[in-house]
């Protein structure tokens, strides 16, 4: 049996999750993490399934350590520890990268001001700076000069940043209904702009970055990253154009999803890090280098869901591309289920 953490929230996999297991007869059950209770609930179960994300600033206080305590009970859980430790955490990201030996946009991070003072006098510019968490680009900005890396230093080893950039999202939701048009975008603008002036109980309850200084090299001429997510054996993805005006593509809206546009290298490379991860679903941006050479940027285990429904098709570890549409929430449950029964076939 699975248990699933249900969230009624649109952005949350567990509908989808549901879904399947209804169509295909898997037994679950629902369950609350963030009850006391969690262990015992799931105490009948084989496994745990809870799609947790950035912005439940709750969940990322403990998600890992329940995470990796259910795994010590003899169980399966999604995302496990290989998949879900370094979410949300460009630094600790790069610091497995390096490890791994994968290519990687070269980053730097300082603790001490001192030393990152040294660092800004010598360095070449632009670079880019980026906050260890958020999504769609809000925490990352274009450092062009001495003078703007010494400003971001200051705070960062000062009063820090907040986690949410106010005017950031309320520009980002600008863009949404820009884009698409329509009663619930401009809705949201609406509720962005609110958010200006009036803080969320989130925000309230979220820490200040700070104490540490991460910037990325800026890698010029790339006008698009591509995103691929790789579940199992399969890997899929889309094409994001950069922002109007900017370098950044996270957050554009602007996708192509033919499959003649994505580097089989690409394709290759997000396979293998997700073998030596042992991840069970991870989403990688990649860039190019000078030389036209993949660079990963960061990755996610979890993504958007409306986006990739218009994926039209998916590469095999062979690099077979197998054409139609899918639901990739289907893939996840189907593999954890088929894990689930693998562990209990090698038990027996």
């Given at each position: 049996m699975i248990a699933i953490h249900f969230d009624d929230r649109g952005h949350s996999f567990s509908k989808r999750w549901i879904e399947y297991c209804n169509t295909h007869n898997i037994p679950y059950k629902l369950v609350n993490c963030y009850s006391s209770d969690i262990l015992e609930q799931i105490s009948d179960c084989d496994g745990l399934m809870w799609h947790w994300y950035q912005g439940d600033i709750v969940a990322l206080s403990f998600a890992i350590q329940l995470t990796t305590a259910i795994e010590m009970m003899g169980k399966k859980v999604f995302p496990n520890s290989n998949t879900g430790s370094h979410f949300d955490d460009k630094i600790s990201q790069g610091y497995l990268f390096a490890a791994l030996g994968v290519p990687m946009v070269p980053s730097y991070v300082f603790?001490?001001?001192q030393e990152a003072e040294k660092w800004i006098r010598t360095t070449t510019y632009p670079k880019v700076f980026k906050l260890k968490g958020g999504a769609s680009s809000v925490n990352v900005k274009l450092v062009r000069d001495a003078a703007g890396a010494f400003k971001l230093m200051r705070t960062a080893f000062g009063k820090g940043f907040p986690s949410y950039d106010r005017t950031a999202l309320f520009k980002d939701s600008l863009l949404r209904a820009k884009r698409n048009p329509g009663i619930n975008t401009l809705l949201d603008a609406a509720k962005a702009f609110a958010r200006i002036f009036i803080r969320t109980d989130l925000e309230k309850n979220s820490p200040?970055?700070?104490?540490?200084?991460?910037?990325?090299?800026?890698?010029?001429?790339?006008?698009?990253?591509?995103?691929?997510?790789?579940?199992?054996?399969?890997?899929f993805g889309l094409r994001r154009y950069n922002r109007e005006n900017d370098f950044r593509a996270s957050g554009s809206g602007k996708f192509d999803y033919a499959k003649e546009l994505f580097d089989p290298r690409c394709i290759s490379l997000a396979f293998e890090v997700s073998d030596k991860l042992g991840a069970q679903s991870m989403a990688y941006d990649f860039i190019m280098d000078k030389g036209n050479n993949p660079l990963i940027v960061e990755m996610s285990y979890c993504f958007s869901i409306p986006a990739y429904d218009h994926c039209p098709g998916y590469w095999d570890k062979h690099l077979v591309w197998h054409e139609g549409n899918f639901n990739a929430q289907h893939f996840m449950v189907e593999d954890f289920y088929n894990s689930i029964n693998k562990s209990s076939g090698a038990n027996q």
């Open positions: 603790y001490e001001q200040r970055e700070r104490g540490y200084l991460y910037f990325q090299e800026f890698i010029p001429d790339n006008q698009y990253d591509t995103r691929l997510v790789v579940i199992g054996n399969r890997c």
